[in-house]
């Protein structure tokens, strides 16, 4: 997989600075007072750092913006970049600047003097997410920076407080990986494989095959690979960090490696970009991946359904009725909302074995997600107050956009069916509410539930804060501090 790029806390050390290769980043406040770093470049690059600093366009700069000197007299550096930031800045102004450092960085090394400034480590994970390239498939390698290295005053505790930090950008890494692959490569044997590798890091890994899903009754899931050479599998990864005693917190991704829509067939426009459509699965396996490496004192258990939904002559036709784990019969409407039928079984499997004290599932469910939200927000569903705003607080202290959407018996009522228990789809009005709907009827009463909707946020056709074009491990992040607050605090 993508590696983050190494992360080096080091001693200030300013007396080879001159002879220093690569670049060279200097933190500097708004206000444009010099520490002994800035002073030693300065003089080094005979006042040009000064001139910046007093330069009317410094004070209008905002956290994270930089002013870049090429080639600088005095230095060996091929550049010299001067970043806005407080010394006491916010998280996000943090992982900003470092998101800012590591588009310029290129393929040189890089040095970070960092002085006093608090929250290098953020810098540290800003400056690892943006570092990333997807690039396994092209001839010409992307250009990848040659290491870090953070001049800090307190390097050891740096070091620390990045150590978890770089188990969750590995984290995010493995979801873009994953996200990012085409279909005839990330097949579901293929996915299975790679995360039954996790269990070197620690976590105890099943997969279930068709005849065992047969024997589980899980007709709804089933029902969606069976026009498929690719064999449907469910997967499920369980870290066990906390007390024995301790009810597991369920995480539940959808893993639909291709979507054809199935016999109910998508339009040709696009249809490339429906390799994303196993998303929600990828956010799972990355959580999964970063609680094992960060050894988090939690107990999780992630379940991903793998499969492929293609049009064949054994495929699932509209009108079809098929039966779930749970008993209940649905009848497919449009083999095209196939991502539901997935989740149905696997949340109740998830229910009927572990008993969890909450249960969460992702999945890059709706178009109409898309038309409400955009690619800002992922929709947030939920049976319960609380933990859905413990979610919604998690995400937006990790800067992952989540938008509460409501549900309500009127939208239930539209996925009734005369023929069965239900309907798989309740029309285009409501789509990502009916959606959410559906799972509803899988969730017990009593279990804690939230559903995210990730459509539009797991892969995107621009760059954003902390990513490049492309899978964005939209959740990661927001799901590990929800699991650090709920059962690690």
Not at 189 to 213: N, P
Not at 356 to 385: K, Q, S
Not at 389 to 409: C, D
Request: hydrophobic share 45%; glycine share 10%.
């Amino acid at each position: 997989m993508t590696q983050p790029q190494d992360i080096a806390f080091v001693e200030t050390q300013l007396d080879d600075l001159a002879q220093v290769a690569g670049r060279i980043a200097a933190l500097a406040p708004p206000d444009g007072k010099m520490d002994a770093s800035l002073r030693r470049l300065n003089r080094l690059c005979k006042g040009a750092v000064a001139r910046v600093l007093a330069a009317p366009s410094w004070a209008e700069a905002k956290p994270g913006d930089i002013t870049t000197l090429e080639m600088p007299v005095g230095l060996q550096a091929v550049a010299l970049d001067l970043v806005c930031l407080p010394r006491r800045p916010t998280q996000t102004e943090a992982r900003r600047a470092g998101a800012q450092l590591a588009k310029r960085q290129g393929a040189q090394p890089l040095l970070v003097l960092a002085g006093a400034t608090v929250r290098i480590s953020e810098l540290a994970l800003g400056l690892a997410l943006r570092g990333y390239a997807f690039d396994v498939h092209r001839k010409t390698p992307a250009k990848r920076g040659q290491g870090v290295r953070i001049m800090c005053t307190r390097p050891a505790e740096a070091q620390a407080n990045a150590a978890p930090l770089m188990a969750m950008a590995e984290g995010v890494f493995f979801t873009r990986d994953l996200t990012n692959e085409p279909a005839n490569v990330l097949t579901t044997t293929e996915f299975a494989a790679r995360l039954q590798a996790m269990a070197d890091l620690g976590l105890k890994i099943e997969v279930l095959d068709e005849a065992q899903l047969h024997e589980l009754g899980m007709g709804s899931f089933l029902s969606v690979g069976q026009g498929s050479a690719s064999p449907t599998k469910l997967v499920v990864m369980q870290w066990q960090g906390g007390p024995k005693d301790q009810a597991p917190l369920a995480l539940v991704g959808k893993g639909v490696v291709f979507d054809t829509g199935g016999i109910s067939l998508k339009p040709a426009a696009g249809m490339e970009d429906m390799t994303m459509d196993m998303g929600g699965a990828g956010v799972v396996a990355g959580v999964m991946r970063s609680l094992a490496l960060r050894g988090a004192k939690a107990n999780v258990v992630g379940l991903v359904g793998l499969v492929e939904n293609m049009p064949s002559g054994t495929a699932t036709r509209p009108g079809d009725v098929v039966r779930s784990m749970k008993g209940d019969t649905i009848e497919v409407i449009n083999t095209d909302a196939e991502g539901r039928l997935v989740l149905a079984d696997v949340l109740w499997y998830a229910q009927e074995r572990f008993s969890p004290c909450a249960m969460v599932d992702l999945a890059t469910l709706t178009g109409a997600c898309i038309i409400a939200l955009g690619h800002e927000n992922a929709a947030v569903f939920g049976n319960d107050d609380a933990f859905a705003n413990r979610f919604l607080k998690a995400a937006q202290a990790e800067g992952e956009g989540a938008w509460r959407l409501p549900l309500g018996q009127a939208y239930d009522d539209l996925i009734k069916s005369q023929i069965a228990d239900m309907k798989n789809t309740g029309g285009r009005a409501a789509g990502s509410i009916t959606a959410a709907q559906f799972l509803q009827r899988f969730v017990k009463p009593d279990m804690p539930w939230i559903h995210l909707d990730i459509a539009g946020v797991a892969s995107v056709k621009s760059e954003t804060a902390l990513a490049p074009q492309g899978a964005t491990g939209w959740g990661v992040l927001a799901l590990n501090r929800l699991v650090q607050e709920m059962l690690e605090a």
